[in-house]
């Protein structure tokens, strides 16, 4: 009986390791993505988190590449990044002051640099 108890028992772990409420692993990034990555974390990760609604000093990132599409009308997820890096007072999110993104940034990175970051940003759905 005893014996039983623990078969029934190890078969629940066993089965609870297969369960989809054990989170899935995270993506594995390209090496333009992970290049991109660097870059955030160099020149974007002081203001902005990207999981959760995490406000550091700017908006949360997490989503940016589902939501970032659905900000202007007409306009996909990538364009708007870039848009928003190279004119940041082009759009402000509601909750946060205009001219909170430093106007600079875009000089800053070069265009791989840029192309990389928005390359990164894109994997944050």
């Known amino acids: 009986m005893r014996l039983h108890f623990y078969a029934a028992l190890l078969m629940m772990a066993l089965l ?9 692993p995270a993506p594995t990034l390209t090496p333009l993505e992970s290049r991109g990555r660097t870059v955030f974390e160099t020149y974007c990760s002081r203001c902005h988190g990207t999981s959760g609604e995490t406000v550091i000093v700017g908006p949360s990132l997490a989503g940016i590449a589902t939501h970032g599409s659905a900000r202007i009308e007409g306009m996909d997820a990538a364009t708007y990044i870039r848009n928003s890096i190279e004119n940041p007072i082009a759009y402000t999110v509601d ?7 430093p106007p ?11 192309d990389a970051l928005i390359a990164y940003l894109l994997t944050l759905e």
């Open 95 to 101: 909750g946060f002051p205009e001219g909170l993104m």
């Open 16 to 24: 609870a390791g297969c369960s989809s409420l054990v989170p899935s």
């Open 104 to 114: 600079d940034l875009k000089d800053q990175l070069s265009q791989e640099e840029l």
